[in-house]
Each structure stands twice: as C-alpha cells, then as structure tokens.
C-alpha cells in the first residue's frame, strides 16, 4: 500500500496549485498542519479489493463499523470508523463534497457508492476538521478523489475467490470439540471439507471520457457491476459451531455453545422442568444444554452476498475565461443479503391448554396436566424455545437506491480571487423485506389447539377469530407441515429515505499581503453553506408491532429533520521563507459559526502551525475545536427492543465466566425471584440480552478538542525518502451515545447505583432474554471519549542498478501506536471511566491493538512488471472485563484471554502487456491464517472473532485486467 504523508512542499518554486484534504485553500505551497495519510489507485489494483472500504480500513487509524462481514444486526451498508470513535464522527467527502446518510437505519455515509475503478487517491485527515467542512468531522475525513477529465475508453474487470484450509490448530482445540458434539449431535455438528472454495467476487467497470474540441469542457461517465457470493460460517471450522465457555472437565478446550431456542425444542418453565422430545419415541426427556442446545453458527453468513450497480458522469464546461459550470451525477442500485439462524418460538408463548390434541399422554403428564385439566381445558405454564428449521434461515433483504447530484458554477473574479457556487442533492430509497420469520401473534394462535371431531384444529377457527390458522405440531416427530409454515412465516416490510439538501458559496484569494520574512501572500477562504437532512422510515404492522419472533422487539417507523446554516473562513500566513532562522514557516486558521433549527448554536475553530527550519526537516501542530450536532436519527429513532451481548447475566450462574457473582438481596430487589438466583435459566444460552434503544430530542451538541504534534523528515542526502511522526490527542465531552447496558449492571449490581438498577426490567421469571425483560439505554449525552497516539509514516523509493538489479523499489509504511481509548459513561462511579487500549469484546467491542501497521515493498522491474508485498500487523489485545475500579484485565484464566498479535502477507504483480492492456494478480493472506477465537465476540463480531478486522475468510485470489482505447 503506497501510504504516504502530505510532506513539506518547496516555498519558492511555482507549480500547479493543488487541493490538501483539510482545507479549502488551493495553492501551489500549501502544506498540511494536520496529518493526512493518503492510498492511491494503484493500491486498489495491488490489494485486489471490489470494496473501498476494505482498502480503508487497513490503514492502523481506521475501523470497519458496518461491512460484508456483518450479518446479525446488518444495515447493508458499508462505513468506516477513524481511530474507532464512531462512524457517525468520520465525515466522508467526495472530492472535498460531504456524502449524505446511506440509510434511514445507519447513520454514517455508505461507502458502497464510491466506484472503485474511478478513485484517483483517497486522503485521510484524522482529527478534528469541523470548522472546515461542519459538524461530523470530529473523529476526522475520508476524501476519495475521483478520476475527473478523462479521455478515451477505459474498461476493467476482475475476479476473485477466497480459499481455506479447514486445518484449526490455535487455541481451544475446537475440531475436537465438534467431533464430540457430533456422536450425540450429528445434524447440527458437522465439520466442513478440508479445502474450500466460496465467496467468488465479480466485477466489471467501464470509464468513458470526451473533450471539446477547444478544451474548454469535458465529460467523464462511468458504470459498472459488481456481485459477490455468500460466505457460511459452516464452512470453516473455526465458526462451524457457537462458541461457549469451555467446560470444567475440559479446560482446555472451547465448548460447542448455542441457543437454548433449539431443535426439536425445549419446553420449560424455567422453574421445575425443561424437556426436549426424543426424536424416536416422540416423548419428553430432559432437555440438556451441554447436549441439546442450537448450534445457531453455521447458517450466518461470514461474508453477506451482495449485488451492485453504478454509473454516473462528471462534467465541466468553460463559459468564457472567468466562468465555468460543472455537475456530477452518480447513482447505485445495491442489495444484500443478511442471513442467520432460523426463526422460531423464541419463547415467545408461555401456556399451553392440557386438551391440545397434539400433545401425547406422557407429554401431558409431564408438564402437569392431570386428568382434570384436561377434561377442563386447563391451561399450564409452558415456555417453547424451538427452532424453525423446516423453513430455513432468516434473510434481511436489504437493497438501497442512491441519487447524488451537485450542480454549479466557478470562476476568477479577478486575477487573484475566484469563487464557486454549488448545490447538492443526495437521496437513499431503502426497501426491505425480512424473510422467514414467525409472527408471535399466529404461533400463539397456531399451538392454542382443540379437537374437533378427531381433527386437531386452532382455537381461533373455532371461534372465528382466524379462519386461516393451521395446528403447528412440534410435538410429534415430522409434525410440522409446509401449511403450517405457509401460515406462521411473515415478511416484515420497511421503506425509508434519507436526503440531503446542500448550498455552498465560497469565495478564496489572495490578500496581496506579504510579511517581511516571507515571500509568500496571505491567502483567504470565505464562505456560507446551507444543509438539511431528512430521514425517514416506515414500517408495516408486523415489524412496528413487533410480531416477528425473531426481532428482539418492535421497529418503529420515524421521521425527522435537521437543518443548518454555516459561516467560515479560512486563512494561511507565510511567516517565512528562505530565512537564516527558517526555511519556511507558516500559520493557518478556520473559523465556522453553525446556526441550527431551532436555538442551538455552536462555534468551530482550528489553528495550525508549519515551522522548517531548515529544508530537510519540518514541524508543525495543530489545534481544534469540533463540534457534533445530533443527527436524526440519534434525535428521532422511535424506542424499540435490540440485543447486547453479555457472558452471563449477574443474577444468574456465573460459573466458567468472568461475570461478578451479585447478591441475593440485589437480585431480588431487581425483580428476580428467589428461587431462580443464581440459576442457567436466568443466562441467555446465546449471550444475548435485550435492551430498549430510542431517540432523545433533548441531546446536545458534541464538542471535541484535538492536539496533534509531528514532524517531517526529507533527507537531502537520501533522496526519495520521508518519514513522519504525529502525536495525537483527541478528546470528546458530552458523547452523544449511552450508558451501556453492560455498564448498567456492572452501576446496579457493583456499585449499588439506584437510578441503574431502575432502568433494569425484569420479566416475571426474572429474566432479560425473554420476552418483556429488558435493560433501559436510551440515546444521552455521556461523558466523553478519548483517544490518544503515535502515527508513524515512512516512504523510500531508489534505484536497484548500484545493486546489480535493475529497476526501483518503492517502500512504504504506516504504523499507530494508540496510547488510551477512554470511555467516560458520566455516571460517576470508580469503573465509570475505562481504557479499551489494548482490550476487545463486552465494553470494548471490536479490538483496539495498541499497534498497528501496513507496510509494502515494490520492485519496479525493468520489464514493464510491478511485483509487490504487503505485511499487515496486529498487536495482541486482551479480554476486557470491567473491574469495580475500573480495570479491564481481569480475565483470569480464560482460555480466550488473550488475542495473539496477527501478521498477513499479501503478495501481488502488475503487468503492462501492451501500451493499452494491464494485467494484475495477488493473493492476500497467503499464510491463511486462522483468526484468533473468543466465545464474547456477540453481535458485535461474527463467527466467534471479528472478520472486520481479522482475516477470517482465509486466503483471497485475484486476477484482474485493464483495457485502454
């Protein structure tokens, strides 16, 4: 990856001017006070990539946030996060532009609309870039430059596929486990082959451009396709089954873990009883989760299938000397497709009536039915946890249809100031249909059963509530009928849009004013900016009413809008050039008022400062002040069910797990029935939680301060090489987020916070994964957030020939050293305030290794052929479990305390056959590595590690080719 620094440019010499992410100055000298890391197009050919966002996110400051490796919980989008402080505080712009929402169920720009092909560099700024560019900006930018001015006819096309070896030998002796599970499981517990073969990508781009004939305008059109296959987690050995905590005659070894929604079932009422049915007398024995538990992993999907398509066109025209009209279109139509573990009675039904015909005598006399209520039609406590495996997985299918446009006109006013005038209009169309669940309100229906003349028929045809219910028999061995799945599987429907309205005039020049010591005039940028954002998002009746059995909850349909007017400036001062004291040395400022809807009103600043005392060597610093406004959907998201993940619930049985055992007293006065303290039936077998999530119209702005410190080195006597080190310091107050259900519990059960312990819901057995129990953590303004580090950026390009080889080597590097990653949750107690460097999964959430680098070498041969390698590193992180001071090492002797640190080699080579054909190959992770394993990686990874960040696919080919005419 050709990683470089924004270096130090030559203060005398006059060349073209150019645009530095950061600013809105344009000139020849301009230098970066800020730390701009940049890849180029030639980067996307090396790694092979058909998705941006996994060039992205290999730079060590950036995290993937939604991807193709996100299947629970998927919005179909794909975002980036800077320095993993939020995709909502990465502003991603095209060509300095900013990107609207991609999703009325995300709120961060989709990264599936950038066309790859088209992409000339992308730079990216990390830090505060608010009062340049608005509010969004906190963690940093991300700026894709396209290809503009283009001419000719430009067609690529690549394909692509992902190899492993099913050969797991890291920690936990998982194959062994599989095996073992198999002799009493063997339909759920299945190892793949040992070599596969998946996840095929496609992709074809065509670029046409045409100029005038006087050169005064140019057209450049693209479009392109784009379709990748379906990963499963069954098909690699690592994910074939759900991790648990491993077993105390097997310490050693991870546990095949699950769901206690399983198949053929578990019946219980979490007091006296759980069975599941003997599949060949069709009787109730006792239901074991160390046996019976689902095995929900090797359905999901480890890389989401996805479809896509793009075209648009850039244009500009000339009116006369001073006047020019440009405008951009781009559209894409995309879909994917999220799947996971099928549906069912997620004890969704909590009686059942002693005459249902489907149940057998020895059932019936097992959960308590006596002759009487039978006779009476009595009804008996009975929660079913039972899988929907007839019908399949459940399919999220989401597809997106994006518009951007941006008109406008630019020009000189005179010789020294010019000006520009655009509009912008960006719109997202969602349609979405979840697919295979069950709706509550049917199963209910479909178990209340009666005989009616020998015929086993639903209550409410009977009374004619609902003509159309049919029996589901889960009772019997191959029960279930495809009528009874006909009518118990619902679509869930939701549609939504976002748009964004943009105006933006700016004005730039120069003041004609030089400082004594330079030789250089101040240079100005001024400007106003009009924004609106709109979201909205309906949902019909099902997903707002929460019937689907697998939702967690209600999806609520919401509307809302902000809006924004900015004023800004910029300057940049010369102080020096070519002075005994200093080479060069200059000063830049921006400044933007924002006035939003309604009476808020913030105030964004930034100050830079570039010092080279000599021509070799360059400091500079930099201070901000960013702001954050809430957007829509932290403002107006409706209050609904979600899942957190968690290892066990405090109340319950704890054993095998780093969670803090509470006391009875705190238990029961949280709404847990004495006789369940301390139980399994109060642990969700899935590590999965509910918590009630909504909007908050009362936030406040976000304000964040960011210090950066660097230096530039460009050797004299070693010509081609830079190197460059940056400190940073950023630091957010009043963190639009929550509290965290996970921190919640840890406020109640360990530091005796009563106003936690209030927002802790119960249902009447005391759980909070079933049915109405539920953890409070609606959107607030928190503490703040803090991140601070080292970035290291290294590039030395020379000629092979005194080495007797011919050709160039180019190398290049990029590393960060995080320092803290430090969550303030506001709430005042010792463990309030944690540091996730170093620390993955519970609060920390995807790892954060405190080192981080790319870094790739380049021969340049003498024979038109590129070869090159890449090395990715990742440092060991540690399982953070929150302490009551505040620590987060406090793993013990788990198995998966420790991540290991990572390296993959990625090879590729490019080769100019002919003037007008390219032709490429690579092969990245080609060790195929295995990832490292974790049964606390929840919703928040998948496939028991994290695939945004870790290779867990294995080995990727490409082959690629790149005609010119």
Avoid at 229 to 245: F, V
Wanted: proline share 4%; glycine share 10%.
């Amino acid at each position: 990856m050709a990683v470089t620094a924004v270096a130090a440019q030559d203060p005398v010499t006059e060349v073209e001017e150019i645009v530095v992410t950061g600013s809105r100055i344009a000139q020849a000298n301009l230098t970066s006070t800020s730390p701009i890391t940049q890849v180029s197009a030639e980067d996307i050919d090396s790694t092979g990539v058909t998705r941006v966002e996994d060039l992205v996110t290999q730079l060590p400051q950036a995290f993937a946030a939604q991807n193709s490796t996100v299947s629970n919980g998927a919005s179909g989008t794909a975002t980036v996060s800077l320095r993993n402080l939020g995709s909502s505080r990465t502003l991603v712009l095209i060509d300095g532009r900013r990107m609207g929402y991609g999703s009325p169920n995300d709120d961060a720009a989709d990264l599936n609309q950038i066309p790859e092909q088209l992409v000339e560099r992308v730079e990216v700024l990390t830090g505060g870039a608010s009062a340049v560019y608005g509010s969004d900006a906190l963690a940093g930018v991300v700026n894709f430059i396209m290809k503009r001015d283009f001419e000719g006819l430009q067609l690529d096309a690549q394909y692509g596929f992902y190899q492993h070896n099913n050969d797991y030998d890291g920690v936990g002796n998982l194959r062994n486990e599989i095996e073992r599970r198999a002799q009493t499981n063997p339909a759920q517990f299945v190892l793949p082959d040992d070599n596969v073969v998946d996840g095929e990508s496609r992709s074809i781009n065509a670029i046409v451009g045409v100029s005038s004939a006087d050169g005064r305008g140019n057209i450049t059109a693209y479009a392109g396709y784009r379709n990748n296959n379906p990963i499963l987690q069954g098909n690699r050995d690592y994910s074939a089954c759900a991790l648990g905590a491993p077993a105390a005659a097997r310490p050693d070894t991870f546990s095949c873990g699950g769901s206690g929604t399983s198949f053929p079932g578990q019946f219980t009422d979490f007091v006296n009883f759980a069975y599941t049915i003997d599949q060949t007398t069709g009787d109730f024995v006792n239901y074991n989760g160390n046996v019976n538990a689902y095995n929900f992993g090797p359905l999901n999907y480890y890389q989401r299938p996805d479809e896509r398509y793009t075209f648009g066109a850039f244009a500009r025209y000339e009116l006369n000397d001073r006047t020019e009209v440009f405008a951009d279109l781009m559209f894409m139509d995309y879909r994917s497709v999220a799947q996971i573990a099928p549906s069912g009675n997620f004890f969704s039904t909590s009686e059942l009536n002693c005459d249902n015909p489907l149940l057998s005598g020895q059932q019936s006399a097992a959960i308590g039915c006596s002759a009487a209520d039978i006779a009476a039609g009595t009804s008996v406590p009975l929660f079913i946890g039972r899988r929907n495996v007839e019908g399949g997985g459940r399919q999220d299918d989401l597809n997106y249809e994006t518009y951007r446009g941006v008109v406008g006109i630019r020009g000189d006013i005179s010789d020294n100031w010019n000006y520009e005038v655009a509009a912008q209009y960006s719109r997202v169309n969602l349609a979405r249909v979840y697919n295979n669940d069950f709706s509550v309100t049917r199963l209910g229906r479909a178990l209340d059963v009666v005989d009616v003349n020998g015929t086993p028929t639903c209550r409410s045809v009977v009374d004619g509530t609902d003509p159309n219910c049919v029996p589901y028999d889960i009772f019997s061995v191959g029960g279930v009928t495809p009528e009874a799945l006909d009518y118990l599987q619902i679509p869930l429907v939701q549609t939504g849009e976002t748009t964004q309205q943009l105006i933006t005039g700016v004005v730039t020049g120069d003041l004609g004013v030089t400082l004594p010591a330079a030789s250089r005039t101040i240079q100005v940028a001024f400007g106003a900016e009009y924004r609106r954002d709109f979201l909205g998002s309906v949902t019909d009746n099902a997903f707002a009413t929460g019937d689907g059995a697998g939702q967690g909850g209600p999806t609520i349909g919401f509307e809302g809008s902000t809006s924004v007017i900015d004023a800004f400036g910029e300057i940049q001062i010369p102080l020096a050039d070519n002075q005994p004291w200093a080479y060069s040395a200059s000063l830049d400022a921006a400044y933007r008022h924002s006035k939003y809807e309604g009476d808020l009103s913030s105030d964004t600043y930034k100050v830079g400062l570039d010092y080279a005392p000599v021509q070799d060597m360059r400091f500079r610093a930099s201070f901000s002040r960013a702001v954050r406004a809430p957007n829509v959907i932290e403002l107006f998201t409706a209050q609904g069910f979600n899942l957190f993940d968690a290892d066990a619930d405090p109340c319950g049985d704890v054993s095998g797990t780093s969670v803090q055992q509470a006391s009875l007293a705190q238990c029961v006065a949280t709404g847990v029935p004495a006789a369940l303290y301390g139980t399994a039936g109060l642990n969700s077998p899935a590590g999965q939680y509910n918590f009630l999530q909504g909007g908050n119209p009362d936030l406040e702005p976000e304000e964040s301060d960011t210090y950066t410190v660097g230096a530039v080195f460009e050797p004299s006597f070693l010509p081609g090489f830079n190197l460059s080190i940056d400190y940073f310091d950023i630091a957010v107050d009043g963190l639009i987020s929550t509290i965290g259900s996970l921190n919640t519990l840890s406020l109640c059960y360990e530091q005796n916070d009563q106003a936690a312990c209030d927002r802790i819901n119960r249902n009447a057995n005391g759980q909070l994964w079933v049915g109405d129990g539920f953890v409070e953590d609606l959107n607030i303004n928190i503490g703040g957030l803090e991140t601070s580090g080292f970035d290291f950026n290294a590039n030395y390009g020379f000629d092979l020939d005194r080495f007797g080889a011919g050709g160039r080597m180019q190398l290049s590097f990029v590393g960060t050293l995080l320092d803290e990653l430090v969550t303030d949750t506001g709430a005042g107690a010792p463990n309030s305030i944690y540091d996730c460097a170093g620390f993955y999964g519970n609060q920390c959430g995807v790892p954060n290794p405190e080192w981080r680098h790319v870094g790739r070498a380049t021969w340049i041969t003498p024979w038109d052929l590129d070869l090159s390698v890449a090395w990715r590193h990742y440092g060991e992180t540690e399982i953070a479990v929150l302490g009551a001071d505040g620590s987060l090492n406090n793993g013990g002797t788990r198995i998966d305390r420790f991540f290991d640190s990572y390296d993959y080699f990625d090879l590729a080579a490019n080769w100019q056959v002919k003037d007008n054909l390219r032709v490429r190959a690579g092969v990245n992770n080609v060790l195929d590595s295995d990832p490292p394993l974790s049964y606390s990686v929840g919703t928040t990874g998948n496939g028991n590690t994290y695939p945004q960040l870790y290779d867990a696919r294995g080995r990727y080919f490409f082959f690629g080719l790149t005609a010119d005419f």
